[in-house]
Each structure stands twice: as C-alpha cells, then as structure tokens.
T-cell receptor, first 112, second 114 residues
Framework: GNSVTQMEGPVTLSEEAFLTINCTYT??????LFWYVQYPGEGLQLLLK?????DKGSNKGFEATYRKETTSFHLEKGSVQVSDSAVYFCALSDLFLHDMRFGAGTRLTVKP | SQTIHQWPATLVQPVGSPLSLECTVEGTSNPNLYWYRQAAGRGLQLLFY??????ISSEVPQNLSASRPQDRQFILSSKKLLLSDSGFYLC?????????????FGEGSRLTVL
C-alpha cells in the first residue's frame, strides 16, 4: 500500500540556516504529495502541495519538488526563522482524502 | 469563511470512564469529516471518516466509535477508556467530492487516560 517515510527529528537550526527535511514515498498509483505544518498547540495546516511529477509546490519561502524518479518530496527553505519552529508532516493522497497517508512528522526548532 | 471547532481542548479521564469529543464545522455544507489520532512520536492515524449524516467508516478496530448526528457535527465516543487511548485527537473536514488535498484541521483535543 501507499506509505510515506520522512527523516526523523528533532532538527535544530540557527536562524537564517538552510533547511531540508527529507520525504520519500511508496505508492502504487500517481498520488498527490503534501507538506502540512503543525505549530505548537494547534492542528495541522496545509503548507504546500504538488499533484504531478516535476511540479514544485511553494509557500512562505518553503519549496518541495515532486520527484517521481527518486520517489521523493523533500521540503526546503533557504533561510529559516524562529517562527518556523513547528512539526512538519509529509503526506500523500491517491484518489480519496480518507486514503491520505502521513509521515511520522519532523520537529523543527529554530534558535535565534 | 469556514471554521472548525473541537472541544474540550484538554481532558484527563480515568481508565474505564466514558468519552465524548465534539467537533463542529461552520461556513460550509456537506463536508467530509474525519477523526485522526496523533500519538507521541508517531504520525497521524485515521480513525473514522464520514461522507454524510449517519455514514461512518471505521479505519481501525478499537473501543472508539463515531457519530454524525448533523451535517456539520462529528462526535468521537467511547464507553470505557483504555490507557492506550491517550493521545491528541484531531477533527478535520474537506470539501465533498473534490480531492484538492486540503484537509482543514481543528485545534485538537488532548486526552490523558490515567
């Protein structure tokens, strides 16, 4: 079945550092890929998405490219801020949202 | 605009006691509704989803149940809580019949079973 594997955390960076959170997936079809973010004490919210191979999703300075050849959807940001401290979830969905599969989450802490 | 609310935000319950978590959505009609559980250090596990009033699909066997008495109300219940039921419970909704990939999550309810 479909599944998502993302790098284990926690990740601690200094402000303005470069961020990469790795995400790889296994899917039988042609899924859409997502990154969700969970700020402390809150529910998840969609950060960005890509619906087909080679698409790049971007939002708030974060980017991720749907790489079918490497089955990856790594999250990157060139310069992180303290306010980016949160838990980031990679996810995939095939036909239906109730089939959405989430990774275990990666906790990011950015220090000033 | 659409909003989703869950309550209570925090709950401490003894083993064997009942549970009722409520979720309501405003500003939309006929949403798909979901209950997820987030255990510490693990990803989100889908517990139930609903595509309409009275229609509940269960994803995992457990001592929890869900009900949808109204279009925009989703309730998670248990008759007798177990220690393993502790976790962070998230309600979510999505637009019916559109796989935009966007699930809209509530603020979550943290349950501790002692």
């Amino acid at each position: 079945g479909n599944s998502v594997t993302q790098m284990e955390g926690p990740v601690t960076l200094s402000e303005e550092a470069f961020l990469t959170i790795n995400c790889t997936y296994t899917a039988t079809g042609y899924p859409s890929l997502f990154w969700y973010v969970q700020y402390p004490g809150e529910g998840l919210q969609l950060l960005l998405k890509a619906t087909k191979a080679d698409d790049k999703g971007s939002n708030k300075g974060f980017e991720a490219t749907y790489r079918k050849e490497t089955t990856s959807f790594h999250l990157e940001k060139g310069s992180v801020q303290v306010s980016d401290s949160a838990v980031y979830f990679c996810a995939l969905s095939d036909l239906f949202l109730h089939d959405m599969r989430f990774g275990a989450g990666t906790r990011l802490t950015v220090k000033p | 605009s659409q909003t989703i609310h869950q309550w209570p935000a925090t709950l401490v319950q003894p083993v064997g006691s009942p549970l009722s978590l409520e979720c309501t959505v405003e500003g939309t009609s006929n949403p798909n509704l979901y209950w997820y559980r987030q255990a510490a250090g693990r990803g989100l596990q889908l517990l139930f989803y609903s595509v309409g009033i009275g229609q509940i699909s269960s994803e995992v066997p457990q001592n929890l149940s869900a009900s949808r008495p109204q279009d925009r109300q989703f309730i998670l219940s248990s008759k007798k809580l177990l220690l393993s039921d502790s976790g962070f419970y998230l309600c979510a909704w999505s637009v019916r019949d559109r796989n935009t990939g966007e699930l809209f999550f509530g603020e979550g309810s943290r349950l501790t079973v002692l």
